[in-house]
């Protein structure tokens, strides 16, 4: 079954706001990764977080975990026009092995110049 | 982008044929995955390889085989293809280490007619 959900399912901030997107997953997590998808692309891997981590920070992407509550949120700080996409995130289950990740079903983000 | 090919591109097929996706890295990297991407669903593993000749099935693996003959390529195959296989198919390549980013291909459309 699918782990990973984001919400909200959809986005749009003009240009120069902060985005905000939040992930749930399931399962024990060795780490908890998001990824970008510009339309018809395949996904590019943005940050990444481990179990023992609270909060990483990437440029302008700051990212949280709170493994008592299974979720993560994305913040991209000062959104510019090019950061228009689609966010997956997708979980690492510590049970699994073979580094296989569960992705959510995405946020769909449109920033208007 | 990391060096990974996917071969078609897109593809219309009949309903009853068999289908072979390719998957190229140039990467050498050890673990090999196809995923499959619809709406509503994001996306979801189909078949991983974990070397050469070591495959195992994902959560969506029903009418799908794989098979990995060289560290380089990874081969998905529909049997028999059925319209609900229609989507758009992506490979991944994860080399284990200390943060276990996955890489992406461009993806293949297929169309199932």
């Known amino acids: 079954s699918q782990q990973g959900e984001e919400d909200p399912q959809a986005l749009s901030i003009q240009e120069g706001e902060n985005a905000t997107m939040n992930c749930s997953y399931k399962?024990?997590?060795?780490?908890l990764q998001w990824y970008r998808q510009n339309s018809g692309r395949g996904l590019v891997h943005l940050i990444l977080?481990?179990?023992?981590?609270r909060e990483k920070h990437s440029g302008r992407l700051r990212v949280t975990l709170d493994t008592s509550k299974k979720s993560s949120s994305l913040l991209i700080t000062a959104s510019r026009a090019a950061d228009t996409a689609s966010y997956f995130c997708?979980?690492?289950?510590?049970?699994?092995?073979?580094?296989?990740?569960?992705f959510g079903k995405g946020t769909k983000l449109s920033v208007i110049p | 982008d990391a060096g990974i090919t996917q071969s078609p591109r897109h593809k219309v097929t009949e309903t009853g044929t068999p289908v072979t996706l390719r998957c190229h890295q140039t990467?050498?990297?050890?673990?090999m995955y196809w995923y499959r991407q619809d709406p509503g669903h994001g996306l979801r593993l189909i078949h991983y390889?974990?070397?050469?000749?070591?495959?195992d099935k994902g959560e969506v693996s029903d009418g799908y085989s794989v098979s990995r003959s060289k560290t380089e390529d990874f081969l998905l195959t529909l049997e028999s293809a059925t319209s609900s296989q229609t989507s758009v198919y992506f490979c991944?390549?994860?080399?284990?280490?200390?943060?276990?980013?996955?890489?992406f291909g461009q993806g293949t459309r297929l169309t199932v007619v």
């Open positions: 997708a979980s690492e289950d510590s049970g699994a092995g073979s580094y296989q990740l569960t």
């Open positions: 399962t024990s997590i060795n780490n």
């Open positions: 977080i481990r179990s023992n981590e």
């Open positions: 990467e050498n990297h050890r673990y």
């Open positions: 390889s974990y070397g050469v000749k070591d495959t």
């Open positions: 991944a390549i994860v080399e284990p280490g200390k943060d276990t980013e996955a890489f």
